[in-house]
């Protein structure tokens, strides 16, 4: 037989000049000051040139006593719920403390005062004669959140800018994200993921001559998983105590995804990486590699799963995910990967039967059709699975599935499934019914007799074959059905009819 999974359950984020005195080390966002991608340069659309914003002095220190007054309190990563069918996970969360000394509105009006022209993204624009001590401010706005990196480029000789980067919190609040200062006529970057929201390039001209000019824009892109930023160790996302179902992606052959588990209980911790085939991906398109305490270790794409059986209470486990960059699994921007990664799960009790009172079968009589049947059932299946880590604690949230053909059609033999699947409850414990409804004739046919209560009964009965398997969508390889026994067979009884009763 072969066999076709046709219905499949979905699943399943060093400055140098002025604002280097108020650069907070756990703000977020944070850009970092980093080299110029000629990709992304070249990237960005030309532009038409556009005069000289110039901003006045009394915006900079403005913008240097508004952010000294009002350093934004930010909250460390928001723990998030289990991902499981939406495959999405809680935004970090910003707090910013208010301002005391000067008011809000007045920086804010400073602000958009300075800075009132507003840019399109992924756009370089230009800007000739420039003179030292220019201080120049343009708006440019962000409909959603995404990775952005920030350019000044393209300087001519005797030119020497900076470049720094504000975010308006909507309270007149000018949030400093980082100063990019390089020497000379070098390029200024600056890139990270940043939320929705008004941003402003300020760009201050160290030096110039006669004739200075530029270019500058910013490079945006929004194709971003719920768990970014988490480029670095520093940056991992941090699982809540669960099992964690997680679809991510890469928005570029450099990004790296970062996770950290605890294990609270000192549970076994399981790793489990997969393809999102919607997305056009394959496993061999990923790279997961666990830190095991002094450098990071690849787990193979053929290995299914892998688990760390004694991280100790509170031991903190480390994975990280990236692009295969092997020229025969090309990078897509479209590609996801699904990356299972917490608490171990250990299935209890998985069961699929049909009503109490059927008249089954026996293995004597299957020797049609497929062969004997281990679950049967009249109208209705009635299925349940348990789900706990390896202390016995209950894994709430997770789905298991039940994968059906109540008919394989003889035919040609084909096994297409259907799924149906439910969240395990507070206890762990997941169940359903699934109604097969009747059927009239059946692909086969036997004839047995029943002994029941001192009479010979000889019956036929007419049948349909099926098969079904249980898996679990947030962790592959785990359930009832695999490689070697692919699934447990199933009669669909559609009619029985007594031929004779003879007392024995």
Request: hydrophobic share 35%; net charge negative; with cysteine.
């Amino acid at each position: 037989m072969k066999s076709k999974k046709a219905l499949m359950l979905g699943a399943a984020m060093a400055a140098t000049c002025f604002v280097s005195a108020f650069a907070l080390a756990e703000q977020y966002p944070q850009l970092a000051a980093q080299a110029a991608s000629p990709t992304v340069k070249h990237g960005l659309k030309s532009a038409v040139k556009i005069n000289a914003n110039k901003a006045t002095a009394a915006l900079k220190q403005q913008l240097l006593a508004g952010a000294q007054q009002k350093k934004p309190l930010f909250a460390a990563k928001a723990k998030a719920d289990s991902v499981v069918e939406d495959n999405t996970a809680p935004a970090r969360v910003t707090k910013v403390q208010k301002a005391t000394a000067q008011s809000a509105p007045a920086v804010q009006a400073a602000l958009v005062q300075g800075c009132e022209q507003t840019l399109d993204i992924n756009s370089l624009y230009t800007i000739n004669g420039v003179q030292t001590g220019d201080l120049l401010c343009y708006h440019f706005n962000l409909p959603q959140k995404a990775r952005i990196n920030v350019l000044l480029v393209n300087q001519t000789a005797g030119t020497d800018m900076s470049l720094s980067l504000f975010q308006d919190d909507g309270q007149g609040n000018p949030l400093p994200l980082g100063t990019s200062n390089n020497p000379g006529t070098g390029d200024e970057s600056l890139g990270g993921v940043v939320p929705a929201g008004d941003y402003y390039w300020f760009m201050e001209a160290n030096a110039a001559v006669q004739g200075s000019s530029f270019q500058f824009g910013v490079a945006v892109d929004t194709n971003l998983d719920a768990y970014e930023p988490n480029d670095t160790p520093d940056t991992a996302f941090q699982l809540p105590d669960t099992l964690n179902y997680i679809n991510g992606n890469a928005d570029s052959l450099d990004d790296v995804d970062y996770f950290d588990f605890t294990a609270v209980r000192g549970q076994s911790v399981g790793i489990a990486l997969t393809a999102d085939a919607a997305s056009g991906s394959t496993r061999n398109k990923w790279i997961l590699e666990r830190f095991d305490g002094g450098q990071w270790v690849t787990v193979g794409a053929n290995v299914v799963s892998t688990s760390i059986p004694s991280p100790g209470v509170g031991g903190v486990v480390k994975v990280r995910v990236r692009p295969n960059q092997h020229p025969n699994e090309p990078w897509s921007a479209t590609g996801k990967y699904n990356l299972s990664f917490g608490s171990n799960p250990r299935v209890n009790s998985p069961d699929v039967k049909g009503e109490a009172n059927v008249l089954r079968i026996p293995y004597s009589a299957s020797n049609v059709g497929y062969g004997y049947m281990t679950t049967q059932a009249y109208r209705d299946l009635t299925w349940t699975m348990g789900l706990s880590d390896s202390t016995g604690a209950p894994l709430v949230g997770l789905h298991p599935i039940v994968y059906l053909d109540q008919r394989i059609d003889p035919a040609n033999g084909d096994i297409v499934y259907k799924a149906y699947s439910a969240a395990t409850d507070s206890s762990g414990q997941a169940s359903g019914t699934i109604n097969v409804g009747a059927c009239s004739g059946g692909d086969f046919q036997t004839t047995f007799v029943d002994y029941s209560q001192g009479y010979n009964n000889t019956w036929r009965t007419d049948f349909n074959y099926g098969v079904w398997r249980m898996e679990v969508l947030e962790y592959p390889g785990i359930g009832v059905g695999g490689e070697n026994t692919q699934f447990v067979s199933f009669g669909h009884l559609c009619k029985q009819t007594l031929l004779s009763s003879t007392k024995s």
